[in-house]
C-alpha cells in the first residue's frame, strides 16, 4: 500500500517511515540516563576537586551520550526524507537589468565627483600615520649592542668572570654588567683548550690563547646559539641547526646560516676579570632588510 | 571412607593400598614442608641482599669497591679496547683507537663511574656512538672497577656529594644550562655531527652532578664557580621532580609539538570516524514481534529529476 | 512500554508542550512576521556526505574556542612584568616569573578546572585548524570553488589565514620557553622584509626585541581581532553558501547541475549538526583527559639567551619551520640598505607563494580546460589531470617540509646524523613532489583515455554521463 504525503513546501522524492522500536526506546532511554549521571558526575567531580582524569572524563562520556540520544530518538520520531529543489542557475550572459535604485542623479559631475574621491583617498591614506606610533625608529638598535670598551663581562647572576671560572671545554652565558637579559647583547664564551686557533678568528681579542667570546644571537633568526661540541669545537644553534666553528671565527659550516657569529673583542682588565674591549663591529642576530 | 565411584560400604576396603597411599602422603607432606622451608630461606636471602644493594647505592657512592673484583672484571670488559695498562688501543674490528685511560688528567674517578653507571660503557653497539646505552654493572661492580682504575691509573678520586635540592632553583639552572642541549624537560636531544645529547631525566642525583663535572665525551664541562655544589642538587631536584610528573592516563606528561602532532592526527581520525557515522543512513532495529515493512512512499513526480525544469529561468 | 504512536507517528501525551511552543512561536510570529521565512529555511535541501561536515566540524570548535576562552581570559594577565608564584606548583612556588606565565601556572595548578579548560581549549584549537585544513583539501580536490564559489573560496583562504594566525598568537600567550623562542623568530622573520624591515618589525613589537608590549599586542589580536574576523568571515562564508546552495557528488539519474538533492534542514541537517556539536565537544573533551594538550608550564619562563633543544612551532606552521631549516645559506644585498636573507625567502616569499598559487589556482584550471557556465556537481580529481598533479605535488611538498621541521627528532629516532637528515630534506622536497606530480597526471591522463573522455567544459557535458541522456 502506498500513501501520498502531502508536502506542499518540500518536493519529496523518497521517504520511510521508521518502525516502532522499543530497542531504539531503549537506547534513548539508556543515553539519556548516562547523560544525565555524567553530567551530575561532572560537576560532583569538579566540585569535589577530583583529577581531572575525573570529571573530563564525565564530560566526554555525557556529551557523547547526549548527542547519541538525540540521534536516536530524532531518527526514530521524524520519517527519513529525501527531496530536490531547484538551483539558482544564472548562466548566459550576464545581463545587469534594473538599476538598483529608482532615483537616478540629475546630471554628470565626473571632474567633483573625481576630485572628491581623490581625496578621499589621500585623506584615507593619511589615516595610517599613527601606526608608526606604535613603535620607535629603530636607530641604531639593531646595529649597537651595550657592550663598549671596558664594559665587564657578568654572568646572569651579575658575577663578574675570571679567565679561570669556565672549564676547559667549557662555555658560559655572559652579558655587559649594565645589561643583563638584553637580547642582542648575549654573548657566548668558550673555552676551546689544546685547539689551534684559525683565521678568521682575530687573535688580538683571545685571552690566554683559549678564551673566546662570539655573540650569542644565531645570524639564521636569532635563537641563541648554546650547543658546543667540544671534540670539533662546533657551535650549534638548534633550532634549525646553523653550525659554526669556534676556532675559526664562528663561520658557519653547516646550516641555513650565511654569516658567521661576530666575534666580541675580548681582553682582561687589572684585576683579573674579563672585559670587552669594543662593541662587535660586525652585523649582531640575523639580517634585517 | 566411600571413593567416589561410590562403593558401597559393606565391600570390603583396599587396605594395604590405602596404607600405602597413606605412607605415601605423609612423607611427602614432610617433603613438601622442607621445600617450603628452604624455599623461604632463600627469598629471604634475596630479599635481605636486594634491601642490602638499595641501602647501598643511596648511602655513599664513593664507598671503595672491592680491587680484585675490578681487576678481573676491567681485564674481561675493558681490556680489549682500553689495553691492560691503561693506554689505550685499536678497537677490534675498527682502525680506530680507543682513548687511554691512564696519564690523562681529565679521565677521574668521577668520569669512569659516570660512564659505568649510564651504561655508555661498556659499549651496546658501536663503541663510538652515544646510542644505545645498556647499563652492563650492578653498583658492587661499578665500584669494584672504579676503585681499581683508581689505584692503578692513579686517577683523581672525585666523585662529588650532592646535598638536597630545590626543585624551582633547579628549573632556572637547567634552563640556563642545560636545556639547550638536553631539552626543557631532559628528554635529550641531537647536538649535529652524530651527536646525541642523552635522556637526563632518568638520571639520579650522583649521576646528574658526575656528568655536570666531568662534561663526558662532547659535553662541556662545568666547574664549581659556574654551577656550585648545591645548584647541581637543585638540578637533581628538578629532574625527580620531572620524572614524578603525573601524567594523563595514558602516561603522557609533556608533549613536545612533533608527538603532539601526531596525536592531532589521531583526534582528526576519530572525528572522520564519527563523521561517517553521522552522516549515515540511521539504522532502524524494528520490533521482532511486529515486523511491519517501514513505508516506502515515492511520490509519482519522480521524473521530475531529468527533464527540463520549471526553474525560474537564467537570471538572477 | 505502552505504544501511544499514532499512525503519522505523534504521541498522544505531547500535546500539552506543543501547544505551548505553538503558543511561543505564535506570539513572536505575529510581532516579526518571520514564519514564511522560517519555513522556507526549514525546508531547504543540504546535500549529505561526511565530508560536508568537515566545515561544520571548524564552526563547532570554533564555538567551543570562544566559549572556553572566556573562561581563560578571565584568568590570563596579558604582560610580562616580574610577578611571584606562590601556589601549588612545586616548581615554581616562590619564584619571580613573567606575569604571563605566571597566570598559566596559576590556572593549571591552583584552579579547579582550570587544567581542562585550558587543554580543551588547546585541543579544540588543534582540531580547528585541522578541520579547516582537511575541509580546504575537500574542496581543492572535488572542484568545490569552480563558478559560481570563487568568491567563497577566497574567503576560504582568507579564513585559512587568520586561523592560523590566531593559533599562532594563542600559543605564544603562555610566554614559556618554546613560545619566546617562536616569538623571537616571527621578530626575525618581519625584519627580513627588505626596506621596511626594521622599521615593520618595531611597529608591531613595539621596539626591539623582547619588549613588554608584544604580549599584550598578541592578546588583543588573540582575543578580540582575530576571533571577531572569523566570526565574522565564518557567517560570510556560510550566507554564501546558503545562497548559492551546497554542491554535491554526482548521482546517476540526477541532474545535479538544475537540481539540489538531499535532506531538509528541518529535521535530518538539524539533528546531523547538534550530534556534531555534541561530538566535537565529546571527543574534545575526550583528547584532553588523555592527552596534555597545552601543558607547557615544565618548559619554564621564557627567558631571552636561553632555548630549550628540540624547538619546533605546532604542527600547523612545521611547513614554514621545515622550510627554514633546510633552506639553503642565502644572504645577498646592501647591508644598512637592502638585504635578501634565507628566512624572508623560506619565510615570507614560499608562503606567499603558496597561498597565492592556491587562491589563483580556479582560474588557471578554467584557463587550461577552457571551462565555462555553472558549476555545482563535484568532480573526481584523478579523471583532471592538472588537478591531481597539482595538489599532490602541492601537498607533498609541504608534507616533506613538514616532516623536515622535525628533522632533529627523526635524526636521534634514527640514529642519521641531522646533517645527512637535512640534505635528504632538500633533495625529496623537490624531487619527489615534481615525480608525484608527473606520475599522477600519466595515470590520469591514461585513465580518461581509458574512458574515452576528455576533461569536461561545461557541466551539462559532465552530467551526461550520470543522466539516461
Known amino acids: ?289 | 571412607m566411600r571413593t567416589r565411584a561410590g562403593r558401597s560400604p559393606d565391600s570390603p576396603p583396599v587396605e594395604r593400598t590405602t596404607t600405602n597411599a597413606i605412607a605415601a602422603r605423609q612423607a611427602y607432606r614432610r617433603l613438601g614442608s622442607w621445600v617450603v622451608l628452604v624455599a623461604a630461606v632463600i627469598a629471604l636471602a634475596a630479599w635481605w641482599s636486594a634491601r642490602a644493594t638499595a641501602q647501598e647505592s643511596s648511602e655513599e657512592a664513593r664507598q671503595i669497591g672491592d680491587v680484585d673484583l675490578g681487576a678481573q672484571l676491567y681485564s674481561q670488559a675493558c681490556a680489549q679496547c682500553h689495553a691492560a695498562d691503561g693506554s689505550g688501543a685499536v678497537v677490534p674490528g675498527t682502525d680506530r683507537r680507543a682513548p687511554a685511560l691512564a696519564g690523562r688528567p681529565e679521565i677521574t674517578a668521577a668520569y669512569m663511574d659516570l660512564v659505568l653507571r649510564t651504561g655508555r660503557m661498556p659499549p651496546a653497539e658501536d663503541p663510538f656512538d652515544n646510542q644505545p646505552r645498556r647499563v652492563a654493572y650492578g653498583d658492587e661492580e661499578r665500584q669494584a672497577i672504579v676503585a681499581w682504575t683508581v689505584q692503578q691509573f692513579g686517577l683523581q678520586q672525585n666523585i662529588p656529594e650532592v646535598p638536597e635540592g630545590n626543585a624551582g632553583n633547579g628549573q632556572r639552572v637547567y634552563a640556563a644550562n642545560c636545556a639547550q642541549c638536553h631539552g626543557s624537560t631532559g628528554a635529550g636531544g641531537v647536538a649535529g655531527a652524530g651527536a646525541w645529547t642523552p635522556n637526563v631525566n632518568e638520571y639520579d642525583a650522583i649521576t646528574v652532578a658526575e656528568a655536570i663535572r666531568v662534561g663526558p665525551f662532547q659535553m662541556p664541562a662545568f666547574g664549581p664557580e659556574q654551577i656550585t655544589d648545591q645548584e647541581m642538587g637543585d638540578v637533581a631536584a628538578f629532574l625527580e621532580e620531572v620524572r614524578h610528573e603525573e601524567g594523563t592516563p595514558i602516561g603522557l606528561v609533556e608533549l613536545n609539538p612533533v608527538f603532539a602532532s601526531g596525536f592531532v592526527a589521531l583526534l582528526a581520525i576519530a572525528m572522520i570516524l564519527s563523521l561517517f557515522w553521522i552522516s549515515a543512513k540511521p539504522t532502524w532495529f524494528p520490533d521482532p514481534e511486529r515486523p511491519e515493512e517501514p513505508h516506502k512512499v515515492n511520490p509519482d513526480d519522480v521524473d521530475d529529476l531529468t527533464e527540463p525544469s520549471t526553474d525560474r529561468g537564467g537570471q538572477g | 512500554m505502552a505504544d501511544m504512536r499514532s499512525r503519522d507517528g505523534r504521541a498522544a501525551d505531547d500535546g500539552a508542550v506543543a501547544s505551548r511552543l505553538a503558543r511561543m512561536s505564535n506570539t513572536l510570529d505575529s510581532r516579526l512576521g518571520l514564519r514564511a521565512d522560517a519555513r522556507k529555511t526549514a525546508n531547504k535541501v543540504f546535500p549529505s556526505n561526511w565530508s560536508f561536515l568537515l566545515g561544520e566540524v571548524a564552526v563547532f570548535a570554533l564555538v567551543i574556542l570562544v566559549l572556553t576562552g572566556t573562561f581563560l581570559t578571565f584568568f590570563y594577565r596579558p604582560n610580562v612584568e616580574s610577578v611571584t608564584y606562590i601556589g601549588s606548583n612545586p616548581i615554581f612556588t616562590g619564584r619571580q616569573l613573567p606575569a604571563a606565565f605566571e597566570s598559566i601556572v596559576r590556572l593549571s595548578s591552583d584552579v579547579n578546572g582550570g587544567l581542562l579548560f585550558r587543554r580543551l581549549h588547546r585541543g579544540a584549537s588543534h582540531l580547528f585548524i585541522a578541520t579547516v585544513v582537511l575541509h580546504m583539501l575537500r574542496v581543492l580536490l572535488t572542484g568545490a570553488f569552480r563558478r559560481p564559489r570563487e568568491v567563497n573560496y577566497f574567503v576560504g583562504i582568507g579564513l585559512l589565514t587568520l586561523a592560523f594566525g590566531a593559533g599562532f598568537t594563542g600559543y605564544s600567550l603562555p610566554y614559556d620557553s618554546l613560545a619566546g623562542t617562536g616569538i623571537r623568530i616571527a621578530y626575525t622573520q618581519l625584519l627580513s622584509l627588505p626596506l621596511i624591515g626594521d622599521r615593520v618589525a618595531f611597529w608591531v613589537f613595539g621596539g626591539a626585541f623582547p619588549t613588554g608590549d608584544v604580549i599584550p599586542r598578541f592578546f588583543v589580536l588573540h582575543v578580540m581581532l582575530l576571533p571577531a574576523a572569523l566570526i565574522g568571515a565564518v557567517g560570510l562564508h556560510l550566507f554564501i553558501v546558503y545562497r548559492q546552495k551546497h554542491t554535491q557528488f554526482p548521482r546517476l539519474g540526477v541532474d545535479g547541475h538544475r537540481l539540489v538533492i538531499g535532506k531538509p534542514l528541518w529535521p535530518s541537517q538539524f539533528v546531523e549538526s547538534t550530534t556534531l556539536f555534541l561530538w566535537t565537544g565529546g571527543l574534545v573533551a575526550a583528547s584532553a583527559v588523555l592527552i596534555p594538550w597545552s601543558d607547557v608550564t615544565l618548559l619554564g619562563p621564557y627567558i631571552p639567551g636561553e632555548v630549550g633543544n628540540n624547538a619546533q612551532p605546532d604542527w600547523f606552521l612545521f611547513w614554514l619551520e621545515g622550510a627554514l631549516r633546510i633552506f639553503p645559506p642565502v644572504e645577498f644585498g646592501i647591508p644598512g640598505i637592502i638585504v635578501i636573507s634565507g628566512p624572508f625567502v623560506a619565510g615570507i616569499v614560499l608562503p606567499g607563494l603558496i597561498f597565492t598559487f592556491l587562491g589563483l589556482y580556479p582560474f588557471l584550471e578554467k584557463r587550461v580546460y577552457n571551462l565555462e557556465g555553472e558549476w555545482h556537481v563535484l568532480q573526481n580529481p584523478l579523471e583532471i589531470p592538472l588537478r591531481a598533479a597539482t595538489m599532490l605535488g602541492v601537498f607533498s611538498a609541504l608534507l616533506i617540509l613538514s616532516a623536515a621541521a622535525t628533522n632533529d627528532i627523526l635524526s636521534r629516532m634514527f640514529g642519521i646524523p641531522v646533517e645527512v637528515m637535512t640534505w635528504m630534506f632538500r633533495i625529496a622536497v623537490i624531487v619527489v613532489p615534481v615525480a608525484l606530480g608527473f606520475a599522477i597526471a600519466r595515470y590520469s591522463r591514461r585513465r580518461l583515455a581509458r574512458r574515452d573522455m576528455r576533461v569536461p567544459a561545461t557541466e551539462a557535458e559532465e552530467q551526461q554521463r550520470y543522466i539516461a541522456a
Open chain 1, 1 to 289: 500500500m502506498s500513501e501520498r504525503l502531502e508536502r506542499p513546501q518540500l518536493k519529496v522524492v523518497s521517504e520511510e517511515t521508521p518502525p516502532p522500536s522499543q530497542a531504539n526506546d531503549a537506547l534513548v532511554i539508556g543515553s539519556a540516563i548516562i547523560a544525565a549521571l555524567a553530567g551530575m558526575g561532572f560537576a560532583v567531580g569538579l566540585a569535589l576537586q577530583t583529577s581531572i582524569a575525573v570529571y573530563g572524563t564525565a564530560l566526554a562520556i555525557g556529551l557523547l551520550a547526549l548527542g547519541f540520544g538525540i540521534r536516536r530518538f530524532f531518527t526514530d520520531l521524524y520519517p527519513e526524507v529525501e527531496a530536490v529543489e531547484p538551483r539558482d542557475l544564472r548562466e548566459g550572459p550576464y545581463q545587469p537589468g534594473e538599476t538598483i535604485s529608482a532615483v537616478q542623479p540629475v546630471q554628470r559631475r565626473s571632474v567633483l565627483r573625481n576630485a572628491l574621491i581623490g581625496a578621499g583617498g589621500v585623506f584615507g591614506l593619511s589615516l595610517l600615520s599613527p601606526v608608526p606610533s606604535l613603535g620607535p625608529s629603530p636607530g641604531d638598535a639593531l646595529t649597537r649592542t651595550a657592550w663598549r670598551r671596558g664594559t665587564r663581562l657578568v654572568t646572569t647572576a651579575g658575577q663578574p668572570i675570571r679567565a679561570d671560572q669556565v672549564a676547559t671545554g667549557g662555555v658560559a652565558t655572559v652579558w655587559p654588567e649594565n645589561a643583563i637579559n638584553d637580547e642582542i647583547s648575549a654573548v657566548i664564551l668558550v673555552r676551546v683548550g689544546d685547539a689551534q686557533l684559525e683565521p678568521p678568528t682575530n687573535l688580538d681579542w683571545v685571552v690566554n690563547n683559549e678564551l673566546l667570546a662570539y655573540s650569542k644571537v644565531c645570524t639564521h633568526a636569532g635563537c641563541p646559539v648554546a650547543l658546543f661540541r667540544e671534540r670539533d669545537n662546533a657551535l650549534f644553534c638548534p633550532c634549525h641547526q646553523s653550525t659554526f666553528d669556534a676556532v675559526r671565527g664562528a663561520v658557519p659550516t653547516f646550516g641555513p646560516t650565511a654569516r658567521a657569529l661576530p666575534q666580541l673583542p675580548l681582553g682582561i682588565d687589572d684585576e683579573g676579570f674579563l672585559v670587552a674591549q669594543g662593541d662587535f663591529v660586525e652585523q649582531v642576530g640575523p639580517a634585517y632588510g
